[in-house]
């Protein structure tokens, strides 16, 4: 697999191939005809193309690049990773940070990412 088959935890796989043969623009009936049963690998979940983008009702998508940013932005929690996670710089004084699923974590409240 190639960083271009999986981005941001999303696997395209077989589908990125599919579709940078596709011309564009496309209609979303038209994606859902051809490509709509193609599934997006998240982690340890699928979702097909349809089931990712349908919400979105768009009329077309004008590029491939237009369409994988749908895709990215419709995909659930389990394509983040590991969440809350940041390996930018440890927590500076007097910084209180949350590891979550760390050691002696269990009376933590859950937390949404962003």
Do not use: C, W
């Not at 979702?47 to 990215?72: C, F, H, Q, W």
């Amino acid at each position: 697999m190639t960083d271009d088959d999986r981005e941001l935890g999303v696997e395209l796989g077989d589908l990125r191939d599919s579709l940078e043969s596709q011309e564009f623009p496309i209609s979303q009936d038209d994606l859902f005809d051809e490509h709509g049963d193609e599934e997006v690998e998240m982690g340890d979940e699928t979702a097909t193309i349809e089931e990712l983008l349908e919400p979105l009702n768009e009329d077309e998508y004008r590029s491939l690049d237009e369409l994988e940013g749908a895709v990215m932005n419709m995909v659930g929690d389990s394509a983040i990773g590991r969440k809350n996670y940041s390996d930018r710089t440890p927590p500076a004084t007097g910084e209180q940070r949350q590891d979550e699923g760390a050691p002696d974590q269990d009376g933590q409240r859950e937390q949404e990412s962003f």
